[in-house]
């Protein structure tokens, strides 16, 4: 057995680790304080936000108006852009010393690039990519649901021995709280050391393009291989529909849009009112990005496409043939309702 | 400069798209799968290669699995790639991200000094990318995740990387060694080269090791060294759907669907 690095007895409190960029939230990490502090009054145990920047002018106020009950503001120059080994230094080193008993990031890649290195360091148990979060009501023990092979298998993962108990939870999963300007809580600023050795990873350049947010879309139209690159006409149909645009894997890879639209396992989990399909086999690493959505459509020429069993309305033609006919439909539609 | 050693870890995986789904047992069933090598670790020993014809050096390549598991260690030898080690023993399994990271970075301090540790950026089963920040961590080396471009710059002192972030990039250089992990289809793997061919499926050695052999701490192993336990499994709940197929021509297919989706449709 894996001993763990702090008493469970002795562990407490929820912390949440929260991103940030050009002074934004991650999406995931407002998720996180809506879901930490349901299960931070489930626990009857404190919200903690850890809030990591190069300035200390991050965003305190924010954490808690969106649920925090105390903010650990941890600010030094090598923290201005995420690398790995300062990161991982303050966070472990303030976990060593005051002992949560659960930490929650986002699965983004720099939540995830953070998550692994912790958990080792730490010794513990990382549940990854967890798609739903409970506390099990007779162990009290963090419980992470985590799909295997796309949506295929659920299985519950929990951590009994080890502290902290570490998940990382996908974007899209958990609702946005709502800012509550009027909730207070104590902001206490950290002082940090980070050793010369931890910054020697240097980052020469960022470049965004201002990432599309898929996770909040009420309409998508999505494309997979079937689209053959031909995204102009998914465009159309988009803007017919007054909808974003979201892409497979096969999709992406193809380069035939840019990775933020990318919906499944590796992309993201969305949750619109209609999810149009076009092209898309329906592997079980897409459909998990889509389950959630309320109505289906799905345009596959395939008859047998697995992606029909998981829609409500299901066209099996070709969709070059169908989608000029139904932009045109879609049109007429909204000037008849206009006019 | 010393010569490069890269150490590029292969995992064996089942094809996805041939395992099933056993609905009486709520189990996997694997056992009409193939197996392959994961594909973005494919694509992390075509960065290696590339990086081997560059700047020389060699490769030594480092999978866990049942002996059998070999071949496809011959597969990488015939791409290339000058040493190959097996990491086999009943007692890795049933192993967490934790104690998979744990054995193979024994298994690369047993390979020996090395300058670069190349992974896929996430496993096709596992898909939770966790694996290469715990052997950078195990090891006490930089890690660079989720790159799609790798090169050595400054002599071979350095990595240089560029990392795709959600919503854009990064360009990143990272001391020597590290490990770095490499995203899916960033290069085109080579083919056999058919002059190592014979060589690598005949010839060519294939270390494999028990947990013995690399007098490794057993209850770091495993199952006993996995801190995380499974508590439940349960067959995804499958929304039910309508699925219900529209007929007709384009056309007509078109206004159905119109017809259905009203409710969504909306100005502005």
């Known amino acids: 057995m894996v001993e763990s690095i702090y008493p469970s007895k002795d562990a407490h409190g929820i912390w949440v680790y929260l991103e940030h960029t050009g002074g934004r939230f991650e999406g995931v990490s407002l998720e996180l304080l809506g879901r930490g502090r349901a299960l931070a009054d489930t626990t009857g145990e404190n919200l903690t936000a850890l809030l990591l920047s190069g300035d200390g002018s991050a965003l305190a106020e924010e954490a808690l108006g969106y649920g925090a009950d105390e903010v650990l503001l941890a600010h030094h120059p090598a923290l201005s852009v995420y690398t790995t080994l300062p990161s991982a230094r303050v966070v472990a080193d303030l976990i060593i010393h005051r002992r949560p008993n659960i930490l929650l990031l986002g699965a983004t890649v720099n939540g995830r690039d953070l998550a692994g290195r912790l958990a080792v360091r730490l010794l513990t148990g990382l549940t990854a990519d967890c798609t739903d979060l409970l506390i099990d009501k007779e162990s009290g023990l963090l419980s992470g649901e985590v799909t295997g092979f796309g949506q295929g298998i659920l299985a519950t993962i929990q951590c009994p021995d080890t502290r902290p108990q570490m998940a990382t939870v996908r974007p899209g999963v958990f609702a946005r709280p709502v800012f509550d300007p009027a909730r207070c809580g104590r902001t206490e600023v950290i002082a940090v050391e980070i050793p010369e050795d931890d910054q020697h990873v240097q980052v020469l350049r960022q470049s965004s393009r201002r990432g599309v947010d898929i996770t909040q879309a009420e309409r998508l139209v999505i494309g997979g291989r079937g689209i053959q690159g031909d995204f102009a006409l998914l465009r159309r149909l988009a803007r017919a529909l007054n909808a974003d645009l979201g892409a497979t894997r096969v999709a992406v890879d193809q380069g035939w849009i840019g990775h933020d639209r990318m919906v499944g396992q590796t992309g993201s989990v969305t949750r619109p009112k209609l999810a149009l399909v076009c092209g898309a086999s329906g592997a079980m690493q897409f459909t998990v990005g889509i389950q959630e959505s309320e109505t289906i459509v799905a345009i596959n020429s395939d008859p047998e496409a ?34 | 400069m010393r010569e490069p050693h890269s150490i590029v870890c292969l995992k064996v995986v089942p094809k996805s798209e041939e395992v099933t789904i056993n609905s009486e047992t709520r189990t996997l069933d694997r056992s009409k799968a193939r197996s392959e090598i994961n594909s973005p670790d494919m694509n992390a020993l075509e960065a290696a290669l590339t990086l081997k014809q560059r700047h020389g050096g060699r490769i030594s390549l480092l999978s866990m699995g049942p002996p059998l598991f070999d071949q496809y260690l011959r597969l990488g030898l015939a791409m290339g790639a000058d040493a190959a080690y097996l990491m086999s023993d009943r007692v890795f399994g049933g192993a967490d991200t934790l104690a998979t990271s744990y054995a193979l970075a024994e298994g690369i301090r047993a390979i020996g000094e090395f300058s670069i540790i190349f992974c896929g950026d996430e496993s096709s089963d596992g898909a939770t990318g966790q694996v290469p920040p715990g052997i950078a961590e195990w090891l006490s080396v930089p890690q660079v995740t989720y790159a799609s471009r790798v090169q050595v710059v400054n002599s071979g002192q350095v990595l240089r990387a560029r990392r795709e972030l959600g919503s854009g990039f990064e360009i990143i250089e990272a001391p020597l060694p590290c ?19 014979d060589w690598a499926m005949n010839e060519a050695e ?63």
Not at chain 1, 306 to 323: G, N, S, T
Not at chain 2, 179 to 197: A, T, W
């Open chain 2, 206 to 268: 294939v270390t494999v090791w028990a947990a013995s052999d690399l007098h490794l701490d057993e209850s770091r192993l495993g199952l006993a060294g996995s801190p995380t336990i499974v508590a439940g499994v349960n067959v995804a709940r499958s929304s039910e759907r309508r699925r219900e197929f529209l007929e007709g021509s384009p056309q007509e297919k078109a206004d159905r669907l119109i017809e259905k989706i009203r409710p969504w449709l909306r100005v502005g």
């Open chain 1, 306 to 339: 697995p992606i029909f069993e998981v829609a409500d309305y299901c066209i099996a033609d070709d969709v070059f043939q169908v989608l000029p006919q139904l932009i045109e439909a879609l049109d007429r539609e909204m000037a008849g309702r206009k006019g």
């Open chain 2, 179 to 197: 490990v770095v992990s490499v995203k899916q289809d960033i290069n085109e793997p080579r083919f056999l080269d058919f002059q190592r061919y």
